[in-house]
């Protein structure tokens, strides 16, 4: 099971990345998140979306400016992030979920840096 973030990067507040999750070794999953870890802070889920239905949520902090989407073909869920403000540097971290057997088990990539700064 592996999960690899790509899209990280510099960008200046106000501006947009992609960040991208691809999942192997496993078909399918319940649900994938993105989390995020700033220096200092605890780590905070971000956004969810799960694989029946493609229901979402988001944390205040990013609602309006940022959307999780995926694409289960490929297993790979996507976060766009817009109207980046510096305080939504921290390192992302992709989170696949799965229910086997009535208990939930999370894998986890390596995490993307993302930093905003002018």
């Known amino acids: 099971v592996q999960l690899v973030e790509s899209g990280g990067g510099l960008v200046q507040p106000g501006g947009s990345l992609r960040l991208s999750c691809a999942a192997s070794?496993?078909?399918?999953?319940?649900?994938m998140s993105w989390y995020r870890q700033a220096p200092g802070k605890e780590r905070e889920l971000v956004a969810t979306?799960?694989?029946?239905?493609?229901?979402?949520n988001y944390a205040d902090s990013v609602k309006g400016r940022f959307t999780i989407s995926r694409d289960n073909y490929v297993n790979t869920v996507y976060l766009q992030m817009n109207s980046l403000k510096p305080e939504d540097t921290a390192v992302y971290y992709c989170?696949?979920?799965?229910?086997?057997?009535?208990?939930?088990?999370?894998?986890w990539g390596q995490g993307t840096q993302v930093t905003v700064s002018s």
């Open positions: 979306i799960t694989s029946v239905g493609g229901r979402t």
């Open positions: 070794g496993f078909t399918s999953t319940s649900a």
């Open positions: 989170c696949a979920w799965r229910i086997i057997a009535g208990t939930s088990y999370d894998y």
